[in-house]
């Protein structure tokens, strides 16, 4: 199944009015130590806290009536399943989240407060997907996965497009990569909207199963991660979004955690605005590559905002 930017530019038609058009930021602080003009579009900002929203409202919105009646299934660390909930909830359609049982207890209230069942399962020893598969199937719901899903991505595309069209062409844009459904639908609207423009994805460095794949030309699996970038403790990119990225990628680069905390504590402090470490990745890398970036104009996509309040004190002190 092939995905164009015409997808994007469509589910940008069917979010209007529901998904918030996200500032893009600036600091001078960042502009003074990159030597360079970054643009951060700031989905922190957006409802339920992240760029999820983009796409899981975009794929809900194409239900058809039965797969209204009959529900959506999800499987989600947390943000897709705010996204699922949220968006089910504002189109009439009931949801079932799977959640991993140690997933910010913030994320697992949040999501039962867009009105989301929440099912629990150990991240480390059970299949997520499995589990949703097994739920679609026996209670005929629809199952709408965190990225490898064509309309999911075409919605994720939608916070770049927004970010070319406001700013104009780019020289870098810097963008987290969990599953790669962010990072793909950037790359279709990158291409469209300023060709020229270098596109990085950042995974932790303790899961960099999507630099391994991009190097080796194949999908790497491998185990759940532990990093503090919970958003981005994927196993594997996509079969939907690793061609994509194979083929308008880059590179793919990884931040470590203590690099994720020194930006978390840049926005918080500079900026005054909460990053949750998945979405501190794309500043992290871009810092780290400040030789190239002199003088450039650079896109930095925040990605969400989601982290509970007390760890994100704890990680900062």
Known sequence: MSITYEDIVAAARRIEGYAHRTPVLTSRTANEELGAE???KAENMQRMGAFKFRGGFNALS????AQRKAGVVAFSSGNHAQAIALSAKLLGIPATIIMPEDAPASKIAATRG???KVVTFDRYKEDREAIGRKLAEEQGMTLIPPYDHADVI???GT???ELFEEVGELDYLFVCLGGGGLLSGS???ARALSPKCKLYGVEPEA???????FRSGAIVHIDTPKTIADGAQTQHLGTLTFPII?????DILTASDAELVDAMRFFAARMKIVVEPTGCLGFAAARKMKEQLRGRRVGVLISGGNVDIERFAALLA
């Open 246 to 250: 194979q083929r308008e990628v880059d």
């Open 187 to 189: 790359a279709l609207a």
């Open 62 to 65: 194409r239900f058809n009536e």
């Open 114 to 116: 867009y009105g989301g």
């Open 159 to 161: 916070a770049a497009k």
């Open 38 to 40: 970054i643009f951060f």
């Open 207 to 213: 899961g960099n199963d999507g630099q391994q794949s």
């Open 154 to 156: 075409a919605g994720q």
